[in-house]
């Protein structure tokens, strides 16, 4: 596609690589080697160009329409990588507007916010195997571990650098048994503590953790390690910041014209999803982080934000994004096959990950977010309690064949006072720890693919802080540095074993409940299983011990426990089912006579 080509699409709103279009360029224009630069500005009466290479002289360069009066460009010949520009826009007022470029491939460290050149096509990749072979994951494992780039580790008090991370987080994740990193937003963003979901640079890889050579070298990395990577975008709104898009030209350009629907709830600018170009900016922002940078899978943060008018099912549904969404989810998958589209959608709407050719909106997956406000609930709420509310762990069953979801315990779950996973359970210190191991093996045996914030993995009690690092030196006391070691053996438990996740999808092929109604002891039992093998998943959500307890299985034969949640190496009170234990057949079923030990979960596998 040649450039006008692309430019009429981007009108049409066809356009996903409008990156090859707008922004700065290193090419060769009558023989001389130079940056062509372009901007969408239809509002605007002049534009100028000025940078690190005028001596910000602003109006030594001045930009020419093209042929499209909505777009100007301009050619300077004799620049150089990591130069400094910005735009000088003259609207129609007469005023002066100084403005980063949108489709800028790199920015100035915050709180600068000029734009900086740099060359896309120059990027070294050795992951060719990788991206012919991913896919969208539907029957292999697939346990993510959710990383805010500035806080897994610190230098003192200097952030981890991409190449620091390349050196540290990439053996960490494999070791521990994770197969994709999703990062927190990475693109540029002006104020550390929106953590990159309030972007201005929606191309512009944000240059806090160093620069576009060094992150790629991260992902090809990450590669070659057999783990994928997965980045959040955010195509609801936008930062007020003045040298970013709001009013870009002196008029409303991105954002919505209209009052109502102009400013977010988070005090941000809104995308105006109904208009054509702006719908391309996004879609063509999200290709660019996949063409570009290889990234694996995209997770698209609020949804419900994009199906209803600023996510209130009140206003009704917004046709505008909803096409938008749809035609992204399209493209997207048609230019770049295996590639995942994730939803964090707390809405009930239908169809989310349905094909958009059968109505739906086209996400491969969606969090389940019901799952975890549900079980989080029941874990928090004291044991003597809890047949009150036995249906929050089996109610997900319930639903959960309607959409293809993924059970996330995300950062979202670990701030604004919500406490962290372990520091919701109910009960003393120590009872705690038994009872988050529990969720953690319900929430392994349980079909869906698997989400966890960093820190989830130690026991952190401290809410997540973006200026501080992960309490690392929590791993010096025995009782977190048990769980560290349980959480890890569970990772490679579940890996190790395709009953777990081969038919997370197929309905109830490969999941069935036991026992899902013992609401007086608060004991449930359900097994997952394929062609090869069996594991039947015991849960005691209770502090009382069963010395000789008899259960129904599905299969004849020897059973050996796998994993019990108070085994002493995971600090707990050491109750276990040792060797094998042999089911016996009476009126017709398969029972097993076993242990459990108060607040316990085990997995006890069969060959069939």
């Not at 936008?238 to 209209?258: C, H, I």
């Not at 230019?335 to 059968?358: C, H, N, Q, R, Y």
């Not at 438990?493 to 997370?504: A, F, G």
């Not at 995971?570 to 242990?595: F, H, K, W």
């Amino acid at each position: 596609m040649d450039d006008r080509q692309r430019l009429n699409a981007f009108h049409q709103g066809q356009c996903i690589d409008a990156y090859r279009l707008f922004g700065a360029h290193f090419c060769v224009e009558n023989r001389r080697k130079g940056v062509r630069f372009t901007v969408y500005a239809p509002h605007a009466v002049h534009v100028w160009l000025a940078g690190s290479f005028t001596d910000w002289d602003l109006r030594k360069i001045e930009m020419h329409r093209m042929e499209d009066s909505s777009v100007w460009q301009v050619f300077v010949p004799d620049l150089a990588e990591w130069e400094s520009y910005r735009y000088l826009i003259e609207d129609f007022r007469g005023n002066i507007l100084y403005k980063s470029d949108p489709y800028a491939f790199y920015s100035e460290t915050r709180p600068s916010s000029a734009s900086k050149l740099f060359d896309i096509d120059q990027l070294n990749w050795t992951d060719l195997w990788w991206m012919r072979e991913r896919n969208e994951n539907f029957e292999s494992p697939m346990n993510i571990y959710e990383v805010y780039a500035g806080g897994w580790k610190k230098n003192g008090k200097y952030f981890y650098t991409y190449p620091d991370l390349e050196r540290e987080l990439i053996p960490y994740v494999k070791d521990m048994g994770f197969t994709h990193i999703e990062l927190m937003p990475l693109n540029e963003y002006p104020f550390d503590g929106s953590w990159g979901y309030q972007a201005s640079g929606y191309y512009s890889l944000t240059s806090r953790y160093g620069n576009p050579k060094e992150f790629a070298s991260f992902v090809n990395a990450c590669h070659n390690a057999g783990i994928g990577v997965i980045m959040d975008i955010v195509p609801v709104h936008f930062v007020k910041d003045s040298f970013g898009l709001r009013f870009f030209d002196g008029m409303p350009l991105y954002e919505y014209a209209d009052r109502e629907n102009q400013e977010s709830q988070w005090d941000t600018m809104n995308f105006n999803l109904w208009n054509e170009e702006v719908r391309c900016f996004l879609m063509s922002a999200a290709a660019f982080w996949l063409d570009v940078y290889h990234i694996d899978g995209l997770r698209v943060d609020a949804v419900a934000n994009l199906i209803y008018w600023g996510g209130n099912r009140d206003r009704g549904q917004n046709e505008g994004a909803l096409n938008f969404i749809k035609r992204m989810n399209y493209l997207l998958k048609t230019s770049f096959p295996g590639i995942m589209m994730i939803a964090e959608d707390s809405s009930d709407f239908p169809k989310v990950t349905a094909s958009t050719l059968d109505g739906g909106l086209g996400f491969d997956y969606k969090w389940d977010l019901g799952w975890m406000n549900d079980t989080l609930k029941y874990y928090a709420t004291d044991t003597f309690f809890r047949h009150f509310d036995h249906h929050k762990i089996t109610f997900s069953m319930a639903y959960f064949h309607s959409e293809r979801f993924l059970l996330p315990l995300s950062h979202d779950e670990n701030v604004h006072g919500k406490k962290t996973i372990i520091d919701r359970m109910w009960g003393t210190y120590e009872q705690k720890f038994s009872q988050v191991r529990n969720l953690y093996a319900y929430m392994f045996a349980h079909p869906g693919k698997k989400l966890n914030f960093m820190g989830n993995e130690l026991a952190m009690i401290r809410e997540f802080d973006e200026k501080k690092e992960l309490d690392w030196f929590l791993l010096k006391y025995p009782i977190h540095d048990a769980f560290h070691h349980f959480f890890k053996d569970l990772n490679h438990i579940y890996l190790s074993h395709p009953c777990l996740y081969e038919k997370d999808y197929k309905g109830f092929e490969g999941f069935q409940w036991l026992d899902a109604d013992n609401w007086k002891d608060s004991i449930y039992i359900f097994y997952r299983h394929d062609e090869k093998e069996c594991i039947v998943c015991v849960m005691n959500c209770r502090e009382i011990c069963y010395e000789n307890y008899e259960i129904s299985v599905p299969f004849s034969g020897k059973y050996e426990e796998i994993l019990n949640t108070e085994d002493t190496k995971y600090a707990g009170c050491g109750i276990v089912n040792s060797g094998t234990v042999e089911s016996s057949r009476r009126e017709g079923v398969d029972r097993l006579t076993i242990q459990i030990a108060p607040w316990s979960a085990m997995y006890l596998r069969v060959s069939k």
